[in-house]
């Protein structure tokens, strides 16, 4: 009986034994490191949704966030967000089997995505200006543009990110050896999603 | 080097079951923008535990298996792990500090915020109704509890009430003042709600903010300041 592409064992990746990845612990450091980073950079959203929580309901101004906030816009972006997850770990899978350009393809769409869902952010950010919602307005506004303008800078940072792995591809510089380097990009640009699913519910679903 | 090694096999899904995982984060998102409309559910205080549970499912799907936390050493899962439970740890004990989970309303019945309310019923509250013949101009409870849930203690110092700031006047013995508003105002109720009502108005420059206050908070904060020992 033959076995389809999709029901066929998961590839075995190797990352090759070079000098740099002899560790004590046998991981190599680069991604050690990533994720004693995501695991810190938790805190760091942790005390901004606290501040957030904390100061939930307590704006004696307007705006409040039921009259600015808008779901469905909202939702669309957090669609491109989740969808660029999809074109990152398709890039990363490309770049495992080797397929460069399949990689730079998938890779250029997650940026695309990412530069998305900073466009609606910035529209959301300037409505709301507009509407008299600013940094000083109010308690919801404090919290609210340090929370996700934190987290749009992170995926600044991303798109930037991905674009440069983008580049390095395009001058020859990764190939399939050079695996790790398009994982740890990834790594970063999920945990951004992953904080983005915390914020959407928080923030924006139970916020209202 | 002799404990030198390299742990690197990782099994990571085929791109077919990165679809389907994609497949069910959006329609988890679907179904959580849908529950947002659906009024009964917030009636029922059902809205926040469903979607706080496809919350925590979709981030195990994306860490699980995009960040392939699943299929990776365990050793990433530790760390990612801790920084995701100390984070949920501070929030929760912060949000249970400011009295975010324990006000009326909330998901769990008072705690911090009904000890400092207890902590504030005095004698003179009944005092000062008493004065007035039993017919107080606003309800001092309620200008306690707005005193205790709008941060005026951020500024102002009042008997009983745990923390305050020393930015604003001490409150003590409010009633016993012979003026208010840095000497401006005689203390009558009357000028006390002049001032809540818009201190720069009153007295430009003065670092007490116009708090957009309604008549009702205005008259309930009255009758809190007049009935403080």
Known sequence: MAVSAAEAPPPVIQHPPVAADRTSTGLNHRKVLMWAFLGSDCMFFASLISNFQVQRGRSLNPPYPKDIINIPFTSVSTFALLMSSL???????????????????????????????????????????????????????ASFFILTGFHGTHVTIGVIWLISVYYAAARGRITQKDSLSVELAGLYWHFVDIVWVAIFTIVYLLGT | MANVHLATEEHHPPASGYVKVAFVLVVFTAIEVAVYYIEPLRVLDLLAPILLVLSVLKFCGIGGWYMHLKMDHKLFFVFFAAGVCLAGTVIIALMSLFGELTESGKPIQSISTALQLEAVKTPGALAYEDQLGGSPIGNAELGRQFWVLRGCTGCHIAPGIPSGGQIGPNQTHFSQRPTIAGGLLANTPANVELWLKDPPAVKPGTLMPNLSLTDEQIKDLTAFLYSLP
């Open chain 1, 87 to 141: 074109m990152m770990v398709l890039a990363l899978a490309a770049i495992q089997r080797g397929d460069v350009r399949g990689m730079k393809i998938w890779i250029l769409a997650c940026a695309f995505l990412g530069a998305l869902f900073l466009g609606g952010q910035f529209y959301e950010f300037t409505g709301f200006v507009q509407s008299g919602l600013k940094l000083s307005t109010n308690l919801f506004g």
